[in-house]
């Protein structure tokens, strides 16, 4: 398997954790009677972690989803690299430098995410917080599995770009800077 198939395969991945995070994120809600009369409802929106997350998730998906359309649209050109791709390869590597920078944006939002949901889950008795995940039990697992799909999806996401980096810079030469190996 060539870097160009394991590079896809990591894409589709980190495409469907993403979607997923996202989904498992947005869409759990939990609703609970309190007092015989007053209910509440628990979503993503009652913590801006999640609700940042989500819409991160998102657009980051999208992403790798018009980067694994882009593979399938021009699949030869990086298994040859000749001077009329050569641009092509460096807008795409530079286009994963921003992914690289959007996976450490993903990584930070998830940790911070973890954080807020780790109060959520033990309280906080100083600030008088108590520990929402008693109520809301179901809510609180399915934010702590999309939180675990992010963070693989955000590894997955470090990895794509270095072998990104990998395919662009195997056709130059090592000893002379940026110019292409001879046949």
Partial sequence: MDTWNIEAFLRILSTVLF???????????????????????????????????????????????????RSYILPGFRKDLKASYRY??????????GFQAAAYVVFAATMAAVQASTLAVTGEKSFQWMKVCNRYTRFCVQIGGAL??????????????SISAYALFRHYSPKKFL???GK
């Avoid at 994120?25 to 409802?41: P, S």
């Avoid at 092509?88 to 430098?97: H, T």
């Avoid at 675990?148 to 770009?161: D, E, K, N, P």
Wanted: with cysteine.
């Fill in 19 to 69: 979607a997923l995070t996202a989904c498992l994120v947005g869409f759990d809600t939990q609703t609970k009677v309190l007092f015989y009369t007053l209910t509440k409802k628990a979503t993503f929106k009652d913590l801006n972690a999640l609700y940042v997350i989500v819409w991160i998730d998102t657009a980051v998906a999208v992403y790798n989803l018009l980067q694994v359309l």
């Fill in 88 to 97: 092509l390869a460096w807008g795409i590597y530079l286009l994963d430098q």
């Fill in 148 to 161: 675990l799909c992010g963070s693989i999806a955000a590894i997955l996401m470090a990895i794509t770009s």
């Fill in 179 to 181: 110019q292409l190996k």
